[in-house]
């Protein structure tokens, strides 16, 4: 198994720029394909953006490049999201995901064996 565990959340202001970790702990050598995902009050998760495990892929939704990075620090098994120039449409519980599957849908939800507890960003005006 793999566990999961965000940080970095809190109350930003707009224009803020914010960098969330994810630590991936247990049998990571399973771990394929790692991402980012967000879910605003009364919308659906959505795909964020994602990376490979090992290797330099990454994978972005196309209304997401430019202000958001994703990267990995081997070290410590952490995969990070930056976002720069946050604003309050940002607003939303932020969460990393993991799947073993080396092939797959990037922005697909169900896709997505391993899921952490979510880290809320608030925007403020």
């Known amino acids: 198994q793999v566990q999961l565990a965000e940080s970095g959340g809190g109350l930003v202001q707009v224009g803020d720029t914010l960098t969330l970790s994810c630590v991936a702990s247990?049998?990571?050598?399973?771990?394929?394909?790692m991402a980012w995902f967000r879910q605003a009050p009364g919308k659906e998760r959505e795909f964020v953006a994602g990376?490979?495990?090992?290797?330099?892929?990454?994978y972005y939704a196309d209304s997401k490049k430019g202000r958001f990075t994703i990267s990995k620090d081997n070290d410590n098994n952490t995969v990070s999201l930056q976002i720069q120039n946050l604003n309050p449409e940002d607003t939303a519980v932020y969460f990393c995901?993991?799947?073993?599957?080396?092939?797959?849908?990037?922005?697909?939800?169900?896709?997505?064996?391993?899921w952490g507890q979510g880290t809320q960003v608030t925007v403020s005006s």
């Open positions: 995901a993991g799947d073993p599957r080396y092939a797959g849908t990037w922005h697909r939800v169900g896709e997505y064996v391993y």
């Open positions: 247990g049998r990571t050598e399973t771990i394929e394909r």
């Open positions: 990376r490979r495990w090992t290797g330099s892929g990454t």
